[in-house]
């Protein structure tokens, strides 16, 4: 096994909130879930950014970063992602050191090149050069956290005269940095030439089409980095995928069966125009997904053979991250992020290990410990009587 003895565990929000629902509410309930993630002792959370196609409504994870920063003690908070082509890279530079700040060193910079097309036709962005301004983005951000120097640059879409930061990141050199990789190999390639982590977002897939793409990602994060002069390091890589859990596998599956077919056929397929992943019915979805081990949706033991299966397909990664769907009810949801937290997370982070090494050494010395006890509790009664005399 090539896993961290401590995985990080969190949540990737985008968030998804299917049409129709009062859309005030749905922030509320992302914050509410925030401060819920954060007293079960999860690690981190990461917030998308959007600004078109109506269920991910969150349009800057800077402003929900600071308000849930300010609600919570210990949960480390990201933008996953700020799309780099659509800020000027001074701007996005100054936000994050102010919330670096502001949260005393709890927030992340995660980036992207931008995920839904209609976001980047409303700016009047070429998509087919999103992933070359994410790239020179990147490099300029980076030269402002550590480069004491004014920085002069002209870009055919941004410019910099004599530029520097007020403020120097309070975490050194800069916050912990994370590149977005959904469906090509360029996320990991730029993750690779700056030395950062990852963040692999799945996508339904068919495992009859081929071995899992993991392996293949990480060998392209680390050529690059090795091109580039840096290192990339497993134990940053999170793996993101849908999960719900309930005691038993048949609750899990009715607490969102609904809710998670609407999500395939009218967000992945209807509003996304992705090929569609299962041509039954809306009812059967979720069995579907799960089986083919897409989604997990069954008991913390079905999510812990996931993560395994993951392990061998990847060759090892060190977070999970748990893409956030409305999809079952509310209780049920906070309830599945509990199950998480207490029988899943233990099992990766080692904090059971000698709970359970204690138990056995008890277990195995049961009949010496009961008569010693036996034998007090005897003693006891002979020295009272002996008093009472």
């Known amino acids: ?3 961290p003895d401590r995985m990080k565990f969190g949540i990737f ?6 049409v129709g629902e009062n859309p005030t509410l749905a922030i509320d309930r992302d914050l509410e879930l925030v401060q819920w993630l954060d007293q079960l002792g999860f690690d981190e959370a990461w917030i998308g950014e959007h600004h078109s196609a109506g269920w991910e409504t969150i349009s800057s994870p800077e402003i929900f970063m600071a308000v849930a920063a300010d609600r919570t003690r210990h949960i480390k908070l990201g933008s996953g992602v700020i799309s780099l082509p659509y800020h000027h890279p001074l701007m996005v530079a100054n936000r994050m050191v102010q919330l670096d700040h502001m949260s005393h060193g709890r927030v ?5 090149p931008g995920a839904l097309p209609s976001d980047a036709y409303m700016m009047g962005i070429d998509p087919t050069t999103q992933r070359e301004k994410m790239d020179e983005a990147l490099g300029i951000i980076l030269r402002l956290f550590t480069e004491d120097d004014p920085i002069t640059y002209k870009s055919d879409w941004f410019e910099l005269n004599e530029a520097s930061l007020q403020l120097r990141p309070f975490q050194r050199p800069y916050m912990p940095l994370a590149v977005a990789s959904v469906q090509s190999p360029a996320g990991v390639a730029l993750a690779g030439k700056y030395g950062a982590a990852v963040l692999t977002i799945t996508v339904p897939r068919d495992p009859s089409k081929g071995p899992s793409p993991l392996e293949f990602l990480w060998e392209v994060a680390e050529e690059s980095a090795a091109e580039h002069g840096q290192t990339v390091n497993r134990h940053d890589w999170r793996l993101t995928l849908p999960v719900h859990l309930a005691e038993t596998r048949q609750q899990a599956r009715d607490e969102a069966r609904m809710g998670a077919g609407r999500f395939l056929r009218e967000y992945s397929e209807g509003t996304n125009g992705r090929p569609p992943a299962f041509d039954g019915p809306l009812d059967k979805v979720i069995d579907h997904m799960a089986d083919n081990g897409s989604w997990v949706v069954g008991t913390p033991d079905d999510l812990i053979e996931a ?11 060190g977070g999970l991250l748990v893409q956030t769907i409305d999809w079952a009810p509310r209780d049920k949801m906070l309830h ?5 937290a207490r029988y899943v997370m233990p099992h990766f982070q080692g904090s059971i290990k000698s709970v359970k090494r204690s138990n056995e050494w008890v277990t195995s010395r049961q009949e010496p410990l009961v008569a010693g006890r036996t034998a007090a509790i005897d003693r006891a ?3 009272y009587a002996e008093r009472s005399r």
């Open 1 to 3: 096994m090539t896993l």
């Open 336 to 340: 599945s992020y509990e199950l998480l």
């Open 13 to 18: 929000l985008g968030p998804f909130h299917r």
């Open 108 to 112: 992340m910079l995660g980036v992207g």
């Open 381 to 383: 009664h002979e020295t």
């Open 307 to 317: 993560i395994y299966r993951l392990d061998q397909q990847s060759g090892g990664f």
